[in-house]
């Protein structure tokens, strides 16, 4: 069965960081490309960053650029996504997705989904 699993999430104060893994069963990640997505209560689903199959490309939401870190160890066979400096705005629920080789901004896109693991950042 093929499967992804999303754990490292918590309640952190502002300022905080978090290291949220992504971790596959039933298949190797090696050949797909790997997206974060967040959605916060009462609002809809965004993406949150990506890196590609071979680790040389990444992107980030604009809302997270200089403190968020996507990363892939394929050995692993999971993708981590290193969060500092976190704010209020950075809570909900975090989840990791998989598709072809390249990243897309586009949810449909993405074949396979984790159930998710929750962020809170609270003072």
């Known amino acids: 069965q093929l499967q992804l699993v999303e754990s490292g999430g918590g309640l952190v104060q502002p300022g905080g960081s978090l290291r949220l893994s992504c971790a596959a069963s039933g298949f190797t990640l090696d050949y797909y490309a790997i997206g974060w997505f967040r959605q916060a209560p009462g609002k809809e689903r965004e993406g949150v960053s990506c890196i590609s199959s071979s680790g040389g490309s990444t992107n980030y939401a604009d809302s997270v650029k200089g403190r968020f870190t996507i990363s892939r160890d394929n050995a692993k066979n999971t993708v981590y996504l290193q969060m500092n400096g976190l704010k209020p705005d950075d809570t909900g629920n975090y989840y990791c997705?998989?598709?072809?080789?390249?990243?897309?901004?586009?949810?449909?896109?993405?074949?396979?989904w984790g159930q998710g693991t929750q962020v809170t950042v609270v003072s």
């Open positions: 997705a998989a598709r072809g080789r390249f990243c897309s901004d586009y949810e449909n896109e993405y074949d396979y």
